[in-house]
């Protein structure tokens, strides 16, 4: 793992709807709930992507972008971050290295 993408700040901004991150190595990425949502690292949403990719007429079920205002992420480990969706998804485990390359 690169240890530049360990972040030294996290801030998660319920009023913006964004998850500001900035690394170890001086870089800062600004990742919207929208984005975060859409692009959820577990299997069911990888699967919905993955057919709305194939299928033009699949319209993708995705639930919505807000997190919970008293628990909206945890620390994984000292890898990853998890995610608590107010409509109850938090399968999704986003590793840092994921969350850095998510901001292009
Ligand atoms: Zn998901």
Redesign the pocket.
Known sequence: MNENYTPKNIDVDLKAAEVRIEWQDGEKSVLPFELL?EQ???????EERKKAAEEPLFIRPM?KAELLADRPAELVGQYALQFFWIDG?N??IYPFDYLRQLDK
Do not use: E
Request: proline fraction near 8%.
């Open positions: 949502r959820c690292p577990c299997a069911v949403c990888g639930g998804h399968a999704g």
